[in-house]
């Protein structure tokens, strides 16, 4: 058995090493070893790249969904082709992301023929950021958007009890010359990872984030919750867009609406079992080949106008630093070593 250990004087530890103790960790959990790598491999990423809420944080929450059984760590997802540029996943209550993965050479072959990849996903589960399914489809010149719902944290004003997901959309595009621009926001005023890491934390967080018991508005974390609600941002337009994702990623995949997620019969299961729908294009089939060179003017343009921060910008910092440094040990991340 791999043993691992940290010098109690360190203040970084090797991604690689993050990622074999994250990769142990979850198969002694149940998962496979193939879906504990590409998990490992994923919440280190998070964590390099300052995306805390998603990163170590989540470990515990993957550890004891899949010892109460409310997740296949095994699962082989089913792929079936059913258009030109439609394919059709069934994850087989296993994670999201081995299941898109599998996928791949499907999805290359449809966008080298026709130049699009719609790509439904059902009877799986996302625990984690959504920028990692969307950056490397930027990185090899395509355009790609996703989104994905969960279970019901989200109160728009108004109704009795939570209704939505947090249901979070993803965008990348490549940028000529530079990163790809990769965005990737909740819907709601907060994540409920960086909501539960405020908690955790003894912080108040601002009016506005979430409404409390007897509908009021709340600074307090716990009571958000545990007796109402988050929610959406912006009103009643992200409460809109919250509705589209639940029409996209659930009803158009034949996943569970987020307000259908039922997890109270597997103690310890925090995973949501949804839906996802990815959508992978070529802008070079629009008929323009200055695509990435026209993005990269326009980010040129934004930042000389005073726009000092973009999507991306300080993952990309972030991990040019670990690059030269190693991960920053975090309290978290030294208990994972001990």
Known sequence: MMTFALDPNATHVPFDLLVLRLRSLLEEAGASEEVAAILARNCAACERDGTFSHGVFRIPGYLSTLRSGWVDGHAQPQIARVGASYLRIDAMNGF??????????????????????????????????LWPDVEPWADAGLVALTMVTGGPAVMPRGVARPVFGTNPIAFATPVEGGMPIAMDFATSSMSQGDLRIARDEGRRVPLGTGIG???????????????????????HKGALLSLMVELLASALTGGPFSHEVDMSSAPGAEIPRTGQLLIVLDPQRGGNDRFGGRVAGLVQMLRDMGMARLPGDHRYQRRAKAAAQGVPITPAIRALFI
């Open 213 to 235: 018991r007897q509908g009021r508005d709340t600074e307090d974390p716990a009571e958000i919750l545990d007796e109402g609600g988050i929610l959406p941002f912006g009103g």
């Open 96 to 129: 999201a992301q081995p299941a898109l993965e599998a996928a791949c050479e499907d999805i290359r072959a449809m966008i080298g023929e026709s130049g699009a990849a719609i790509v439904a996903l059902r009877n799986s589960h996302h625990f984690s950021a």
